[in-house]
C-alpha cells in the first residue's frame, strides 16, 4: 500500500525527468498532422485531445486508485458526487431500478429520490444489515445495488461479501462508496464489489485543499455476460461508432470507456489538471494517517461513551454494535476517523456543544487533517425527510466528528468543553424565591 500510493502511475521518465507528477495545464494538445488527430477522435488511437477528456495528470491519479484498490481501470471527475452520479448513469437507463442502503450520505440519497427519478429511474431502500430485504427488493429491472463501506455519519459497516453473492446471483453490479474507509483499510473489491467510488476530497487528499472524485472498475462486470441487459455496451454505439464492451478483449472497462465517452463529457464533470496533482501528494501519506486517524476515533469514542450528557455513540467499537464482529473480521486496521453522538439535548444542545469547541472546525467536510465538527441534520441531510434522517441515524441531537491529525489529549479537552456547555442547555434552572 504505502509503496504503490507513492509511485504507481509515475516515473521519472518524462523529458525533465521530474520526480513528482507535474500538472499538465493544458486546454487542449497538439497533433502532428489531421490523420492523427482524426483517428483519435475514431477511437483508433491513444492519446489526449481536449482535457474535458482526460489529461495527462489526471491520468496517473487513474492509475494510482486502480493499482490500490486492485482494479482494472479508473476515471477521475470532478467531485465526489460526480462520481457516484456517473456511475450509477452508466448503468441503469430509463426504466431501470437501484436497490439503496439506507445509510448512505445525504447527497446521495437526494440524487437517487429526486435526479435520478428525473431519468426514470427507480429506487428501492433497505436496511443494510437486512440481508433478505436485499433479496426482496432486487427485481429483473434492477441495474445496481449502492452501499458503503463505511456509513456516514454513523460509521456503520455492512456485510459486503454477503451482499455481493446476492447481487451477482441475479446478474446485478455492486458499487461501494468507500470514501471513508480508503483503500488503505479496505478494498471492496476483494468483498465482491464491482464499481468503487470515492469522494477523493476526504481521506485520499487528506487536507482539505481540493474537490474530486474516483470511480474504480475492479474487474468483476462484465457486460457480455447478460448482452441483452447491457446493450448499450454490447451493441454498437451509433454515436461513437465502437462496441464498448470489445474493450474487455483488451483488459479494459467497457463500462469506465462508456461512461467516460458520453457522461464525463457530456455532463463536462471533469477534474482539473492541479486538482488530480493535489490529490497524488494526499495519497503520498495516506497509509500513515489513516493508521492515527483510526486509533484516535476508537479511543475518541470509547471516552464519549462514557460521558454524562451522550445519549449515544456510533462507531464500530461501542459495545453492543451488530456490526462489532465484522470491523474486525474486515477492518483489521481500523474503521477511518468518523463517528456521530447523539446529545441527550437536541439540537440545541448540539448547537451549544458545536459553538462551544475552539480546536474542532465547525464546516461539512471530512478526512481533513484538521478535526472537524457537523450537525448533520441542518446541513448534509438537512433536505431529507424526517424518515429519511431516522433511517440513516441522525436525529436532532446528532453531531457528526471527523478526526484529524492533532493531538489526542487536545482533542479530547476541547469536546469536555463542548459537552459542559451542551450540559447547561438541558440543566434547571432554579426557581426565583419570594
Same mark, same amino acid.
Given at each position: 500500500?504505502?509503496?504503490?500510493? @507513492? ?15 507535474? /500538472? ?30 482526460? #489529461?495527462?495528470? +489526471?491520468?496517473? =491519479?487513474?492509475?494510482? @486508485?486502480?493499482? !490500490? ?5 479508473? @476515471?477521475? /471527475? ?60 432486487? +427485481? ?10 463505511? *456509513? ?13 453473492? @446476492?447481487?451477482?446471483?441475479?446478474? /446485478? ?10 483503500? *488503505? ?15 477523493? +476530497? ?53 463500462? =469506465? *470507456? ?41 479511543? !475518541? ?14 462507531? $464500530? ?20 476517523? /468518523?463517528?456521530?453522538?447523539? =446529545? ?20 461539512? #467536510? ?29 436525529? $436532532? ?22 459537552? +459542559? ?14
Amino acid at each position: 500500500m504505502s509503496t504503490a500510493a @507513492i509511485h504507481a502511475g509515475w516515473s521519472a521518465q518524462d523529458r525533465h525527468r521530474a520526480v513528482t507528477p507535474p /500538472v499538465y495545464a493544458s486546454s487542449a494538445y497538439a497533433h502532428p498532422d489531421h490523420a492523427s488527430l482524426k483517428a483519435l477522435f475514431q477511437r483508433r488511437q491513444e492519446g489526449f485531445a481536449y482535457s474535458r477528456s482526460g #489529461n495527462p495528470t +489526471t491520468v496517473v =491519479l487513474e492509475e494510482r @486508485i486502480t493499482a !490500490l484498490e486492485g482494479g482494472i481501470d479508473a @476515471i477521475a /471527475v470532478a467531485s465526489g458526487q460526480a462520481a457516484t452520479s456517473i456511475a450509477l448513469c452508466a448503468l441503469a437507463a430509463p426504466g431501470g431500478h437501484v436497490v439503496a442502503s439506507s445509510l448512505l450520505y445525504g447527497g446521495t440519497t437526494e440524487f437517487l429520490d429526486d435526479t435520478l427519478a428525473d431519468f426514470g429511474v427507480n429506487t428501492t431502500v433497505v436496511d443494510p444489515w437486512d440481508l433478505d430485504a436485499w433479496e426482496r427488493a432486487i +427485481t429483473p429491472a434492477t441495474r445496481a445495488v449502492i452501499v458503503e463501506s463505511i *456509513a456516514n455519519p454513523g460509521a456503520q459497516l455492512v456485510d459486503l461479501d454477503a451482499i455481493s453473492e @446476492i447481487a451477482h446471483a441475479r446478474d /446485478v453490479p455492486v458499487v461501494v462508496d468507500s470514501t471513508l474507509a480508503s483503500p *488503505a483499510l479496505y478494498r471492496p473489491g476483494d468483498h465482491g464489489a464491482d464499481l468503487v467510488v470515492h469522494s477523493a +476530497t476526504k481521506y485520499l487528499c487528506g487536507h482539505g485543499t481540493t474537490i474530486g472524485g474516483l470511480i474504480v472498475d475492479t474487474g468483476s462486470f462484465d457486460a457480455r455476460r447478460c448482452p441483452e441487459r447491457w446493450e448499450r455496451l454490447t451493441t454498437l454505439n451509433r454515436r461513437f461508432g465502437v462496441t464498448f464492451a470489445d474493450e474487455y478483449e483488451r483488459g479494459g472497462s467497457g463500462l =469506465l *470507456a462508456y461512461a467516460r465517452a458520453k457522461y464525463v463529457t457530456d455532463f463536462g464533470a471533469t477534474l482539473p489538471a492541479a486538482s488530480a496533482q493535489q490529490i497524488l501528494v494526499g495519497i503520498e501519506t495516506l497509509d500513515l494517517r489513516m493508521g492515527k486517524i483510526s486509533a484516535d476515533a476508537a479511543l !475518541l469514542a470509547a471516552r464519549l461513551h462514557e460521558a454524562a450528557g451522550v445519549a449515544r455513540v456510533d462507531h $464500530p467499537t461501542i459495545p453492543g454494535r451488530p456490526d462489532a464482529a465484522l470491523a474486525e473480521r474486515d477492518f483489521p486496521r481500523g474503521t477511518s476517523g /468518523v463517528l456521530a453522538l447523539e =446529545l441527550a439535548g437536541g439540537e440545541e444542545a448540539a448547537a451549544a456543544f458545536c459553538d462551544a469547541l475552539e480546536l474542532w472546525t465547525l464546516a461539512v #467536510n471530512i478526512g481533513d487533517a484538521r478535526s472537524l465538527v457537523c450537525h448533520p441534520g441542518s446541513t448534509t441531510h438537512s433536505h431529507l425527510t424526517p424518515a429519511q434522517r431516522e433511517a440513516c441515524g441522525v436525529s $436532532p441531537g446528532t453531531v457528526r466528528l471527523s478526526v484529524g491529525l492533532e493531538d489526542l489529549e487536545d482533542l479530547w479537552s476541547d469536546l469536555e468543553r463542548g459537552l +459542559t456547555a451542551a450540559a447547561r442547555t438541558t440543566a434547571e434552572v432554579p426557581a426565583l424565591v419570594g
